[in-house]
Nanobody, 130 residues
Framework: QLQLVESGGGLVQPGESLRLSCTASAFNLDRYAIGWFRQAPGKEREGVSCISSTSGIFTHYADSVKGRFTVYRDSAKNTVYLQMSSLKPEDSAVYYC??????????????????????WGQGTQVAVSS
């Protein structure tokens, strides 16, 4: 079964850092663009960051996280990471990773379109509070 698993969430204070991981057991993440999304209570799911397949070198960030978050791959571990620094209370949400259904894309999109991103993880909670 094709599945993504997120981990690394937790409770931190403002200004601290977290690194989220997105792993897959049954398919090679290098072939697919991977998106990171988040959803806070009462809000719509929004795109945070994405990274193209390894056919390209493209990354993209929402304005709200640009300069604070970094997305990158470790191909040997079949894992995509989201390094989050200088966290703010407004970053609190459930974070999801998702895989684009199209292989070998050299770009990626922040739109949480489930017809585009067809495999989703179960989410990991991030809470930023003093």
């Amino acid at each position: 079964q094709l599945q993504l698993v997120e981990s690394g969430g937790g409770l931190v204070q403002p200004g601290e850092s977290l690194r989220l991981s997105c792993t897959a057991s049954a398919f090679n993440l290098d072939r697919y663009a991977i998106g990171w999304f988040r959803q806070a209570p009462g809000k719509e799911r929004e795109g945070v960051s994405c990274i193209s397949s390894t056919s390209g070198i493209f990354t993209h960030y929402a304005d709200s996280v640009k300069g604070r978050f970094t997305v990158y791959r470790d191909s040997a571990k079949n894992t995509v990471y989201l390094q989050m620094s200088s966290l703010k209370p407004e970053d609190s949400a459930v974070y999801y990773c998702a895989s684009d259904r199209i292989e070998y894309l050299t770009l990626c999109t922040l739109s949480p379109d489930k017809e585009r991103y067809d495999i989703w993880g179960q989410g990991t909670q991030v809470a930023v509070s003093s």
